[in-house]
């Protein structure tokens, strides 16, 4: 919720003060509260609706026609729960009034089997269906009080004992006592008049009391503003200090220096991978730390950029440090900038949790690196950062001179969340070395997947074409690898999940299909050694099936891997998807994406339309912004920034409001 914001109820509450201070609510009503979130009288005045429902006359059961959205009195018959193996729970329940009967259903919402007692008579709302040629009605609201009629009534998420009709009663009472006379500082109300944004005391009643869809709209349009505001506020906060600290060291860099650098390669650097490092080399002379983010697709030479940066620093006599998220990855990174710096003198170390001596001038490691108080770098590179916590992050940035700052990631980010949550950092951009769309992706379904495996079959027993000439320049004859992802390591216990595929029950079952082959299994339970292992038999070809879970999502980089086939497409974001797609035909081969559909999957249809569209689309950002729209930010930004999860008001696509709230976070500072 908005921080820059405060309101003054009365003499007697303060809105940091506990729900438990409002007379009538005792320990019973908020524990249910805390169950929603909601701690303090702040938290229940920003618990918003979920939906609104216009409430009509109620009609009897007679009057109702299929179509219609409706409001009807009715008796409680009989409830039935049901067990099946698509959804959490079932509850079949018998409504009737003198004039006729109708059969309501639940999905998911087990506190209406508690909730409802059979010969009572409730308020059902809902959208009126037909099942067998007889009424019935899905997942209705109901209140045992006939609900006002004429007016918005908000629905909010409920418990069992915490029903809606509650929570707009207390509301009811709280809203009066709220005074927004008092804001946090006097150009907090003379911008909302001047942007002519309604005040918050109208804003938070028109949230929870509409009278009209235009209240409710201005309503949100005010929320939507203070939430905005006060998420830029706090990242171009974040930037500022930055930019006022002290670094470690200023490292000057000439142009001569990366001309020497750019040597080291065995290629030529594309055009925006000169201009990252052109611009880490400006960072790095800066007499502020450097905080840059490097984006860019699976492969496309993030590594190098960073690797100058490592480069600049270690000739510099000053310790360098690169984390990684998996010991995979700092193995496959370890052996890359070893490959690089050969015979430039520099020396680059592992260090894992057991290393006790570090003797190098770039280390590469894993978590183990934040907690080694031996280490103070002038540089530190994090790869997929957002797989890192907050205070992971914020581990090397607790010291008075702070080093510099270099993240990298695969996941795709949308302009707007560049724009906003992501703010405080500086961006480069790194261009893919190949066309994207060399990968060609289809979606399988259940009825076609022992094709798929003839079809995969047949791959892997042809020697690919001799004539095909790689990225690298050589000229090999191969045969394919194949990745195998399933979502889970084993076969899940919930109802729901069982016909989702895991990791250990495919490879059991893939070795009976293909027996010819050489399978292999990688998943996140195994020791470091094993994986390491399994990594190296892959490399060497001594397998050429790895069944695995998403663990290869980040850093498995073996090149001759062409073929993957992701199982349960359906749970996996669009973002996770590319990069898993990205993992496969790393040399510029042909190179192929198989997308499996769990069994018994709820709305087929929709879900088959999601995968059409990643099957057809290449441009990591379009897919992104999809995954945003559909899905929230949680996935993009992982732990990243704190609180800037799912927007609750504002939206990720509203360029007026964000370019509107930019624009007044510079006025105020």
Known sequence: MPRAIVLVMTETFSLTAPVASIPGIGPVRKEQLERLGIETIQDLLYYAPFRYEEIEQAKTIADLEEGQKATFKARVDS????????????LKVKLSDDSGKIEATWFNVPYVLVALKEGSEYYFTGRIGEYKGKLSVTNPTFEQSAPSTGSLVPIYHETAKLTSRWLRGILKTILPAV???QLHAGEEAQRVERLGFVDLKDALTGLHQPLSSEQLKQAKKRLAFDEMFSLMQDVLESKQK??????????KVT????????????YQPTESQQQAVQAIALDLAQPHPMHRLLLGEVGSGKTTVAAFALW??????????????????????LLSLQTLFEGTGLKVGLVTGKTKEIDADILVGTHALFFRKDIKPSLVVIDEEQRFGVEQRKHFFKLKKKPHFLSMTATPIPRTVAL???ADFDMSRIQPHRPPNTIKTWVVKKQKREGAYDWIRKQLNETKDSTQVDLDGENKQRKSQVFVVCPFIDTSSIETLGSVKSANSEYKKLRKVFPEQNLI??????????????FTDMLNHKANILVTTPVVEVGVDLPSVDIIVIEGAERFGMSQLHQLRGRVGRRGQQAYCLLFVSDDVENMQAVTKRLEFFSQQFDGNALSEYDLKRRGSGELLGARQHGFGNLQFASWFDHVLIELCKSEVEKST
Do not use: W, Y
């Not at 409830?79 to 079932?90: A, D, E, H, L």
């Not at 930055?242 to 490292?251: E, G, N, S, Y």
């Not at 620093?313 to 990174?333: D, G, R, V």
């Not at 195994?526 to 390491?532: T, Y």
């Open 179 to 181: 005074s927004a006379s």
């Open 79 to 90: 409830v039935m729960p049901i067990k099946t193996r698509r959804f959490k729970s079932m």
């Open 312 to 333: 600049v620093a270690a000739q510099a006599n000053k310790q360098a440090i690169l984390i990684c998220p998996t010991n995979i990855l700092a193995e496959q990174h």
């Open 420 to 422: 906003t949550a992501l």
């Open 255 to 266: 142009n001569a220096d990366i001309v020497k650098f750019f040597g080291l390669l065995p």
């Open 242 to 251: 930055f930019q006022q600290a002290k670094p470690v060291v200023q490292l």
């Open 521 to 534: 299994l990688l998943h996140g339970r195994m020791s470091e050694v094993d994986k390491s292992k399994v």
